[in-house]
């Protein structure tokens, strides 16, 4: 595994296949799909250089130069690894030779990164904008707890980027910040009907002091605005400060009626509509966030998920199979709609979701993931979820979330593979090409996509198809048994300046019958692991009557059965090799995962955890899928535990982390010394440092996390202990015929254990 790392590290990039079937054929009998997951602005090692110059294309396909380039010194002609044709260096290039060669040349800089400087200086590009839509359909403590989490993060906000406020409930409040010692002035929109982007340069007064254009698409300054009639509604955070707080100290609940029997009015589609057309409008193309705070389900006008009567349930899954949810499709259709406008724009929509009940994420996804935006889901805005996750996107430390913005990911390789599409979050350009394969993934049908917002974290997993149908010949082979993949990511960092960073690998390919320990030794578990997650929740979503168990455990079977080792119909003598040894377990636990059983969660939680899922990398995936168990005892230090019902002990401390939720579980003889004060006589320091070690240890896995995962102290027997029993493989259940260990415990439940589940995968693979 550490090879795989190294070379994520260097390049943002883990590959299930590092060595790739030669034909169409060979990959189908790979069952997992030849696929990357790419990171596109993961920080470089600190000893990459920035180049501060343009790169260089091929003139043909467009590629960059880069180290698999073939270069001829003599006659300063460099040929393209990608289509073989072959182009002049410039006349700055003149000087390179063997001894003198331009960065993007050297072998170990496959990954590097331009920033020219002859690109429009930072003075001139538009500083980031924040748009908050804040929700005031809540009670009185609800936006007690909002109005100071906003208030935290104002002071942190850089003083020149812009800021505007909507407030919404019935109606939606637009607020003009830039008053400046007049009377403040608030415009406001019906929530129940449908804004046109005219009737808001209509009704906003855009056009009082210059007439409007009589052609043309009004957008921002350079097209018929006047920079005062922006700085109405878009202040430098700096000047506002004063202004915006004063309208969140004022903020109350939205003042309509509400009957016992009905929800709040809440018009969250009309709200939205409004932020996007107002951004449109003024800062088309540039690095703008829509962020949405919500506090409750969408009851008014477009976008809807629920009627005003509280006695009509929120959509839950079984409805959306029965396909009895109806406002779920009309929503959908109005986000998508959205989602469009909003990546034309360049504009990204993130929100934060705090409510025991429903909002509409499942609605809202479309347009969060299209746009990269980013999405929290809390239980109330005074949760440390909520309020801590909001700090860390403004937060300018280590712990950065590195947001850029304006990104657009293009893909280039040889000539034998193509891109059946993308899962992740970015929206397609439609740029097609001969590089576009026949069937579509996700993303797909195009070679170019815009990624509105991302951070050093987005992840994309790009799926491909091999073309090749016959087996090539054995001497061709040997000449040229490289692939290669470019991808090129064009985005505005967050210092304002355009950057492109490109990325170009090779990887050898194999072909005949003999090839089997070649693609073996190449294989990525945990790359694998998480391709089938995104894999299963996307055709969950896409495919009607799609059964996600059958389909992880037939994937399974067939991965076992080619890549095994056994004779047939004996179980007893299968064996499959270390680098395929832990996929089982992964497999095991993405089958039991909250990504694949949506029993018990929401459609708001399933969609939250797909989502997040769908743009975090390997490392992180990997957690989410199959968590990780660490446990603390006197006689010895941290060390991994495995994640099964066995390893609790009552002298034991565990800690949990499943990416959503940070558990420290402390045994029943622990939990009773903790309770009588022992850790504060100073006999027992080391009981005292034991019980400090797993908090300190959470405390770490918190501060660098993005959303903020929720922390859970809890005891042996005690009701918050759910949250790690649910997750143990249950080896001992109610109904195991061995007693539990002292001081361990059992589950109950039907579940099968592991070893069940291999029994069988055994079986089933040598029958094959």
Known sequence: MAEFLDLETQDAVRMPWNVLPGTKQE???CVIPISAIYTPIKPLPETTPLLPYSPLRCRNCRSVLNPFSIVDFSTKIWICSFCLHRNHFPHNYQSI??????????????TIEYEPQNERPISQSIPPVFFFVIDTCMIEEEIGFLRSGLSRVIGEIGGNSLVGLITFGRYVCVHELGFFGRIPKVYVFNGAKEITKDQILEQMGFFLKKPRPATGVVAGVRDGLSQESINRFLLPAADCEFALNSVLDELQKDPWPVPADQRAPRSTGTALTVAAHLLGVCVPGSGARIMAFLG????????SIVSKVLSEPIRSHKDLDKDAAPYFHKAVKLYEELAKQLVHQGHVLDVFACALDQVGV?????????TGGLVVLAESFGHSVFKDSLLRIFQSDDNHLGLSSNGIFEVNFSKDIKIQGVLGPCASLDKKGPLCSDTTIGQGGTT????????KSTSLCLI?????KETP??????????????????YQHSNGQMRLRATTLSRRWVTGPGNIQDLIAGFDQEAAAVVMGRLVSFKMETEAEFDPIRWLDKTLIHLCSRFGDYQKDSPSSFVLSPRLSIIPQFVFNLRRSQFVQVFNNSPDETAYFRMVMNRENVANSVVMIQPSLISYAFNSGAEPALLDVASIAADRILLLDSYFTVVVFHGSTIAQWRKAGYQNEPEHKVFAQLLQAPLDDAEAIVKERFPVPRLVICDQHGSQARFLLAKLNPSATYNSDAPPMPGGDVLFTDDVSFEIFLDHLQRLAVQQ
């Open 27 to 29: 990959a189908a009998q």
């Open 97 to 110: 030779s063997d001894d003198n060669l331009p960065a993007e040349l050297f072998p170990h800089y496959t």
């Open 296 to 303: 409750g389900p969408a009851t008014e006008g477009p976008g």
């Open 362 to 370: 499942a609605e809202l996804k479309v347009a969060v993931e299209k």
């Open 464 to 468: 491909f198809d091999i073309v090749k």
């Open 448 to 455: 170019a996509w815009k990624m509105c917002g991302l951070d």
């Open 473 to 490: 010949d054995v001497i061709g082979q040997a000449a040229n048994d490289q692939f290669y993949f470019q991808f090129l990511t064009y």
